[in-house]
C-alpha cells in the first residue's frame, strides 16, 4: 500500500522559511512525479511544485517560482518543499502527492496528480502571518 506522509507545517511570519518533508512508502515506480499541491477551504487544489525522478527542471506556480524549491531524495523516497520569503498568500493546507509517470503527455503537470491513481499525504498545515 502506498503511503505519503507530510511534515513541516506551522505557523510563521510573512518573509519566513519553512521546509516540507513528505515521506513515501510502498511506492515502486521507477519513474515518477512528486508534487506539493496547497489548498484553503472552499477552493480547488493548487498545484505548487512538482519533480520528474527522471530528471529535468523542476515545475513550479508562478506564484511561488524563486521563492519555493522542490527536491527529491530517490534513496529514501522522500521529498521536500523548502519554501523561503513566504507570503500570507500561501497559507492553506499542503498535500504530497505522487503518480507514475506516464509513457506520452500534452498536458499540465498538474493534471497528471488529477488521475485516479495519483497518491495523496494527509496534509500539513502552512499559516503565514503578516
Known amino acids: 500500500q502506498v503511503q505519503l506522509v507530510e511534515s513541516g507545517g506551522g505557523s510563521v511570519q510573512a518573509g519566513g522559511s519553512l521546509r516540507l518533508s513528505c515521506a513515501a512508502s510502498?511506492?515502486?515506480?521507477?519513474?515518477?512525479?512528486m508534487g506539493w499541491f496547497r489548498q484553503v477551504p472552499g477552493k480547488e487544489r493548487e498545484g505548487v511544485a512538482a519533480i520528474y525522478s527522471g530528471g529535468g527542471n523542476p515545475y513550479y506556480a508562478d506564484s511561488v517560482k524563486g521563492r519555493f524549491a522542490i527536491s527529491q531524495r530517490n534513496a529514501e523516497n522522500t521529498v521536500y518543499l523548502q519554501m523561503n520569503r513566504l507570503k500570507p498568500e500561501d497559507t492553506g493546507m499542503y498535500y504530497c502527492?505522487?503518480?507514475?509517470?506516464?509513457?506520452?503527455?500534452?498536458?499540465?503537470?498538474?493534471?497528471?496528480?488529477?488521475?485516479?491513481?495519483?497518491?495523496w499525504g494527509q496534509g500539513t498545515q502552512v499559516t503565514v502571518s503578516s
Open positions: 510502498g511506492y515502486t515506480a521507477s519513474r515518477n512525479y
Open positions: 502527492a505522487a503518480v507514475e509517470a506516464p509513457a506520452w503527455w500534452s498536458g499540465s503537470w498538474t493534471d497528471l496528480f488529477k488521475r485516479s491513481e495519483a497518491y
